[in-house]
């Protein structure tokens, strides 16, 4: 029975141990397909000398600059299961039926070469080319079936004696694994065994060879661990570690640094172990991974591990010395509090409080121990403070104090925030803690905390509590709403509290002021400035320590660590004012950027290689020394040069050729040319920024940005050379990435155009001499012909004279027209009235005679009745009449007796008054008949002209002279 308990405990140490990881892990950035645009399966990576990095992928060969994704195809559209780079740039890559190499072209962009055409017609089929390694002078290619080695622009082939499992390279070796023959080295043009023990091996598939040192190689097997290859001996490498995470089957392997190793799995992530095979680190999706299967795995320049995912690719910084410390158990709760007491690390989350041993020394992100959750400490925790070697928790039910075992809870009136002691010696008799209600004096005595009493008439919630440095019995506290306090205690604990307002020089905003001691000061921050309390005049004025630096920021925490830096955070970042060299330098941190609880950041500055950060979601560990030490070169590439505007086109791809650099033209019929640059810092790209300058164009540099890209619209013609220079949060700069471009004039600006000029203005100005010396002539024709022109006009003038004179005449002529009609029509008018008054007189005597009754009166009657009728014939007027009528209307009368010489006298008057346009009435009176009588004549006259009734007699004999 107790061997069997010995047995389970046994187990269990041995699985705690499996799966224990260090307290801080790093920074995982996955990058998906959707972010690359390419296929889920990444087979191999590799990093050029200007840091670019390139995934074999699915899809084809995928370039990551630190800002841009770029894809290259194979013809075929296959798969890239392999890839290596020489030392002249070349990407060698080996896909399925395929091998060749990418080399950029004279724009910088990669164009890949086929190899295939080299190798002999009856090996030009095979399956896919799962590995490639540069070896010397040579590239080799692995398929199952065939080993190509391309050399010279010749290829070599060698088939094995059952099928190719592997290709790698040792130390000093470039080594293959035959299914039959085990593991074989090159030499000479031949694979030959090895002279050892490797049947060790057997039949194991190798998936990697790491060297370790000149004579020594990590070999790793898919599902049989690991063992060391020295010189021409192999040895198993066995530990209870590395037994056990063999069942995960090590797909890929690779060396962090001299003492440890990264082997990646396809079941279960990766794992970091040391040459000792002891486990060091785990990550997998449980650390943040997108999937546990690992294809490829690969040690950058800066000491960060990339992972090639089944589904995607990994960033590991592994270099990097910002860590992130998750309690697993509250994953997502938030960070507010930490302390290091009596050998453990105690955090404070939402959830409550976390504890786990350490060792106290050194980066405490490497111990590997698990937190636990302290009993009794469920809830909100706000405060952790080491006072009289007790440790304290400020907790949202009260004032806790705490040891490993569980937390006691003092005083259950009230939230507490804080523990200031008031006095900087230990032990300190009394201390004042800030709560929910205001501030309270508290007893200790005989090693044991009691509450004494609340400060009297002060209920304003106290989170930011300091003492005075230059007067232990002042307290300063501050609501970020309501201002800051003084309390000043008097004999038996009195106090006495003080607002302090514009009155003593504090221009405070409405909301966020903050006190802090800094500096043996009393610091007021808060979104108008930062500010120190002078004690001689009772008043506040800018700080004059921090005010430099901090000008025009919005600062919402302050802390002052062992060394004297101040460690802050405004406007929502967190940095570092440094005062360790001889003159401070204010350093951010932009890993952390928006990554805090807002409201209530905490930091805890232990000592320079541990300072804790409270997070949304745990919490972040800061070697603050190995970050200002890791001194990771800084770069900048230009990663493509485009121009758009009728038609895109890339002018330069980012990628230089070896060869020498040419300029590029480019045409000028462009809108907008774009320049995109980056920066292979992979483990601190949020901490880059850019500045830029088009020599040329632009008279200075841009100012620091973090934007990748800069255009130009509509550059004249010219010469330009584009400069981009990067720099990282540390002031530290790149060299500077240039390069020149020419943009052509337009056509008519060439110097084919100028010459074109230049001859049609020689031309111009010959036809303007012969022009001038043609006008000399034409002047004097001119004289001569001017001299005519004005006989001429003299002569014109003489007719237009005549021609004046005639028009007068004719005008006089139209003007007797006029009046001969005016005379017609007063004729005719005339006769009219003449007929009515000699019918009206008819009339009248007519009844006369009826009604006289003398015979004589009736024969005088009658014999003037006579004398009337007489009178009233018209003959003599018709003829008059008649007369004028033809003068004024063109004879129409002779016109009319011409053309129809049957009309009688009667019909030519009826003729003549239908011409004038008469009325029945007016006829009938001039003809001295009946109306009746008119109608009939006009009926008659109108069948001897011939002419229709629906013809009007007016319109006819107006157009009687165009016939």
Same mark, same amino acid.
């Given at each position: 029975m107790n061997r069997l308990i010995l047995s389970i405990i046994l187990l269990l140490s041995i699985s705690i141990s499996f799966g224990q990881n260090t307290i801080g892990l790093p920074e995982i950035n996955n990058y998906t397909k959707n972010q690359y645009l390419a296929g889920t399966q990444n087979w191999g990576i590799q990093q050029d000398a200007a840091g670019r990095m390139y995934f074999a992928n699915n899809e084809g060969l995928l370039t990551f600059d630190g800002n841009y994704w770029r894809k290259y195809h194979l013809p075929s559209k296959t798969k890239v299961r392999s890839l290596a780079i020489a030392p002249d740039g070349k990407v060698y890559v080996g896909g399925e039926n395929e091998i060749g190499y990418f080399s950029p072209s004279e724009n910088g962009v990669l164009a890949y070469h086929s190899l295939k055409q080299l190798l002999p017609e009856k090996d030009q089929a095979f399956y896919d080319v799962w590995n490639v390694c540069v070896w010397k002078e040579s590239v080799f290619f692995r398929s199952s079936s065939r080993i190509f080695e391309y050399k010279a622009n010749k290829v070599s082939v060698y088939r094995p004696s059952s099928h190719w499992r592997f290709l790698g390279k040792s130390s000093d070796k470039l080594i293959a694994q035959d299914?039959?023959?085990?593991?074989?080295?090159?030499?000479?043009?031949?694979?030959?065994?090895?002279?050892?023990?490797?049947?060790?091996?057997?039949?194991?598939?190798?998936?990697?060879?790491?060297?370790?040192?000149?004579?020594?190689?990590?070999?790793?097997?898919?599902?049989?661990?690991?063992?060391?290859?020295?010189?021409?001996?192999?040895?198993?490498?066995?530990?209870?570690?590395?037994?056990?995470?063999?069942?995960?089957?090590?797909?890929?392997?690779?060396?962090?640094?001299?003492?440890?190793?990264?082997?990646?799995?396809?079941?279960?992530?990766?794992?970091?172990?040391?040459?000792?095979?002891?486990?060091?680190?785990?990550?997998?999706?449980?650390?943040?991974?997108?999937?546990?299967?690992?294809?490829?795995?690969?040690?950058?320049?800066?000491?960060?591990?990339?992972?090639?995912?089944?589904?995607?690719?990994?960033?590991?910084?592994?270099?990097?010395?910002?860590?992130?410390?998750?309690?697993?158990?509250?994953?997502?709760?938030?960070?507010?509090?930490?302390?290091?007491?009596?050998?453990?690390?105690?955090?404070?989350?939402?959830?409550?409080?976390?504890?786990?041993?350490?060792?106290?020394?050194?980066?405490?992100?490497?111990?590997?121990?698990?937190?636990?959750?302290?009993?009794? %400490?469920?809830?909100?925790?706000?405060?952790?403070?080491?006072?009289?070697?007790q440790l304290l928790m400020g907790h949202h039910e009260g004032a806790y104090i705490v040891n490993a075992k569980s937390a006691q809870k003092i005083d259950d009136n009230g939230g507490y925030w804080t523990f200031v002691p008031l006095s900087s010696l230990e032990p300190s008799a009394r201390l004042v803690a800030g709560n929910y209600n205001g501030l309270k004096f508290w007893n200790y005595k005989n090693g044991q905390f009691s509450v004494d009493k609340r400060v009297d008439n002060f209920h304003i919630s106290s989170r930011f509590v300091c003492i005075d440095p230059n007067n232990d019995k002042a307290i300063w506290t501050t609501h970020p709403y309501k201002g800051v306090f003084r309390v000043l205690i008097k004999d038996s604990l009195r106090t006495e509290v003080k607002l302090y307002g514009a009155k003593e020089g504090l221009a405070l905003s409405e909301n966020n002021s903050f006190v802090y001691r800094l500096k043996n000061r009393v610091i007021i921050a808060s979104e108008n400035g930062i500010f120190e309390y002078n004690i001689h005049t009772d008043k506040f004025v800018p700080c004059s320590l921090l005010m430099p630096y901090f000008k025009g920021m919005k600062m919402y925490y302050l802390k002052e660590d062992q060394d004297g830096n101040v460690w802050f955070i405004a406007d929502n970042r967190i940095g570092v004012l440094d005062f360790s060299s001889h003159k401070p330098q204010v350093i951010?941190?932009?890993?952390?950027?928006?990554?805090?609880?807002?409201?209530?950041?905490?930091?805890?500055?232990?000592?320079?290689?541990?300072?804790?950060?409270?997070?949304?979601?745990?919490?972040?560990?800061?070697?603050?020394?190995?970050?200002?030490?890791?001194?990771?070169?800084?770069?900048?590439?230009?990663?493509?040069?485009?121009?758009?505007?009728?038609?895109?086109?890339?002018?330069?791809?980012?990628?230089? %050729?070896?060869?020498?650099?040419?300029?590029?033209?480019?045409? %000028?019929?462009?809108?907008?040319?774009?320049?995109?640059?980056?920066s292979t810092l992979f483990h601190q790209l949020q901490t880059v920024e850019y500045a830029c300058q088009l020599e040329g164009f632009d008279a200075t540099w841009s100012a620091w940005t973090k934007k990748t890209s800069k255009e130009y619209t509509q550059l004249p013609a010219g010469t330009y050379l584009f400069k981009v220079k990067a720099r990282n949060n540390l002031g530290q700069e790149s060299d500077i990435a240039s390069y020149q471009i020419i943009i052509l004039p337009p056509w008519y600006l060439t110097i084919w155009a100028y010459i074109f000029y230049l001859l049609l203005l020689s031309v111009v100005f010959w036809r303007l001499f012969r022009w001038q010396q043609q006008k000399f002539i034409d002047q004097q024709v001119s004289f001569q012909k001017e001299q005519k022109q004005l006989m001429y006009m003299h002569q014109l003038e003489l007719d237009k004279n005549e021609k004046e004179i005639v028009s007068l005449k004719n005008e006089k002529l139209e003007a007797e027209i006029i009046h001969k009609n005016a005379e017609l029509a007063s004729s005719a008018m005339y006769l009219v009235q003449k007929a009515e008054l000699l019918t009206k007189l008819k009339q009248d005597l007519g009844k006369m005679y009826k009604s006289g009754n003398v015979e004589e009166i009736k024969e005088d009657i009658k014999r003037m009745m006579k004398t009337v009728d007489d009178e009233n014939t018209v003959e003599t007027d018709w003829n008059q009449f008649s007369m004028h009528f033809d003068s004024v209307h063109s004879n129409f009368l002779m016109v009319i007796k011409e053309r129809f010489p049957n009309l009688s006298p009667s019909e030519l008057k009826l003729c003549a008054y239908l011409r004038m346009n008469l009325s029945t009435k007016e006829i009938a009176q001039l003809m001295n008949i009946s109306a009746r009588s008119v109608e009939v004549s006009r009926y008659r006259l109108r069948k001897k002209l011939q002419l229709p009734s629906e013809v009007n007699f007016f319109s006819y004999f107006l157009s009687i002279y165009e016939e």
């Amino acid at each position: 029975m107790n061997r069997l308990i010995l047995s389970i405990i046994l187990l269990l140490s041995i699985s705690i141990s499996f799966g224990q990881n260090t307290i801080g892990l790093p920074e995982i950035n996955n990058y998906t397909k959707n972010q690359y645009l390419a296929g889920t399966q990444n087979w191999g990576i590799q990093q050029d000398a200007a840091g670019r990095m390139y995934f074999a992928n699915n899809e084809g060969l995928l370039t990551f600059d630190g800002n841009y994704w770029r894809k290259y195809h194979l013809p075929s559209k296959t798969k890239v299961r392999s890839l290596a780079i020489a030392p002249d740039g070349k990407v060698y890559v080996g896909g399925e039926n395929e091998i060749g190499y990418f080399s950029p072209s004279e724009n910088g962009v990669l164009a890949y070469h086929s190899l295939k055409q080299l190798l002999p017609e009856k090996d030009q089929a095979f399956y896919d080319v799962w590995n490639v390694c540069v070896w010397k002078e040579s590239v080799f290619f692995r398929s199952s079936s065939r080993i190509f080695e391309y050399k010279a622009n010749k290829v070599s082939v060698y088939r094995p004696s059952s099928h190719w499992r592997f290709l790698g390279k040792s130390s000093d070796k470039l080594i293959a694994q035959d299914f039959d023959k085990g593991l074989l080295y090159f030499e000479n043009g031949q694979w030959i065994p090895f002279n050892t023990n490797l049947q060790l091996l057997g039949k194991q598939l190798v998936t990697a060879i790491v060297p370790i040192s000149k004579e020594l190689s990590l070999i790793s097997t898919f599902e049989n661990g690991l063992y060391w290859l020295n010189t021409q001996r192999v040895q198993a490498f066995v530990t209870s570690f590395i037994t056990e995470i063999s069942k995960y089957r090590i797909y890929h392997a690779v060396q962090i640094n001299a003492t440890q190793i990264a082997l990646s799995t396809s079941l279960n992530g990766c794992y970091i172990i040391d040459i000792h095979g002891n486990f060091i680190q785990h990550f997998s999706k449980t650390e943040g991974l997108n999937n546990n299967n690992i294809l490829s795995s690969f040690l950058d320049k800066q000491k960060n591990l990339w992972l090639g995912l089944d589904n995607g690719i990994a960033f590991v910084a592994t270099n990097n010395a910002i860590k992130s410390i998750s309690i697993m158990q509250d994953a997502d709760a938030g960070g507010y509090a930490s302390a290091l007491y009596q050998g453990n690390l105690y955090l404070g989350t939402a959830n409550g409080l976390y504890v786990a041993p350490v060792n106290g020394q050194g980066d405490l992100s490497y111990e590997k121990n698990a937190f636990r959750k302290v009993p009794n %400490s469920t809830g909100q925790v706000w405060n952790l403070q080491v006072i009289n070697r007790q440790l304290l928790m400020g907790h949202h039910e009260g004032a806790y104090i705490v040891n490993a075992k569980s937390a006691q809870k003092i005083d259950d009136n009230g939230g507490y925030w804080t523990f200031v002691p008031l006095s900087s010696l230990e032990p300190s008799a009394r201390l004042v803690a800030g709560n929910y209600n205001g501030l309270k004096f508290w007893n200790y005595k005989n090693g044991q905390f009691s509450v004494d009493k609340r400060v009297d008439n002060f209920h304003i919630s106290s989170r930011f509590v300091c003492i005075d440095p230059n007067n232990d019995k002042a307290i300063w506290t501050t609501h970020p709403y309501k201002g800051v306090f003084r309390v000043l205690i008097k004999d038996s604990l009195r106090t006495e509290v003080k607002l302090y307002g514009a009155k003593e020089g504090l221009a405070l905003s409405e909301n966020n002021s903050f006190v802090y001691r800094l500096k043996n000061r009393v610091i007021i921050a808060s979104e108008n400035g930062i500010f120190e309390y002078n004690i001689h005049t009772d008043k506040f004025v800018p700080c004059s320590l921090l005010m430099p630096y901090f000008k025009g920021m919005k600062m919402y925490y302050l802390k002052e660590d062992q060394d004297g830096n101040v460690w802050f955070i405004a406007d929502n970042r967190i940095g570092v004012l440094d005062f360790s060299s001889h003159k401070p330098q204010v350093i951010y941190l932009p890993e952390l950027n928006n990554r805090l609880v807002s409201g209530f950041e905490f930091i805890n500055p232990m000592n320079l290689e541990n300072v804790i950060v409270g997070g949304e979601k745990g919490f972040f560990h800061i070697n603050y020394k190995a970050y200002r030490q890791k001194l990771s070169k800084v770069n900048v590439l230009i990663s493509e040069i485009s121009a758009s505007g009728k038609i895109d086109s890339v002018f330069f791809g980012g990628i230089k %050729s070896m060869e020498k650099a040419k300029n590029t033209e480019i045409d %000028s019929d462009f809108d907008r040319l774009t320049f995109e640059y980056s920066s292979t810092l992979f483990h601190q790209l949020q901490t880059v920024e850019y500045a830029c300058q088009l020599e040329g164009f632009d008279a200075t540099w841009s100012a620091w940005t973090k934007k990748t890209s800069k255009e130009y619209t509509q550059l004249p013609a010219g010469t330009y050379l584009f400069k981009v220079k990067a720099r990282n949060n540390l002031g530290q700069e790149s060299d500077i990435a240039s390069y020149q471009i020419i943009i052509l004039p337009p056509w008519y600006l060439t110097i084919w155009a100028y010459i074109f000029y230049l001859l049609l203005l020689s031309v111009v100005f010959w036809r303007l001499f012969r022009w001038q010396q043609q006008k000399f002539i034409d002047q004097q024709v001119s004289f001569q012909k001017e001299q005519k022109q004005l006989m001429y006009m003299h002569q014109l003038e003489l007719d237009k004279n005549e021609k004046e004179i005639v028009s007068l005449k004719n005008e006089k002529l139209e003007a007797e027209i006029i009046h001969k009609n005016a005379e017609l029509a007063s004729s005719a008018m005339y006769l009219v009235q003449k007929a009515e008054l000699l019918t009206k007189l008819k009339q009248d005597l007519g009844k006369m005679y009826k009604s006289g009754n003398v015979e004589e009166i009736k024969e005088d009657i009658k014999r003037m009745m006579k004398t009337v009728d007489d009178e009233n014939t018209v003959e003599t007027d018709w003829n008059q009449f008649s007369m004028h009528f033809d003068s004024v209307h063109s004879n129409f009368l002779m016109v009319i007796k011409e053309r129809f010489p049957n009309l009688s006298p009667s019909e030519l008057k009826l003729c003549a008054y239908l011409r004038m346009n008469l009325s029945t009435k007016e006829i009938a009176q001039l003809m001295n008949i009946s109306a009746r009588s008119v109608e009939v004549s006009r009926y008659r006259l109108r069948k001897k002209l011939q002419l229709p009734s629906e013809v009007n007699f007016f319109s006819y004999f107006l157009s009687i002279y165009e016939e």
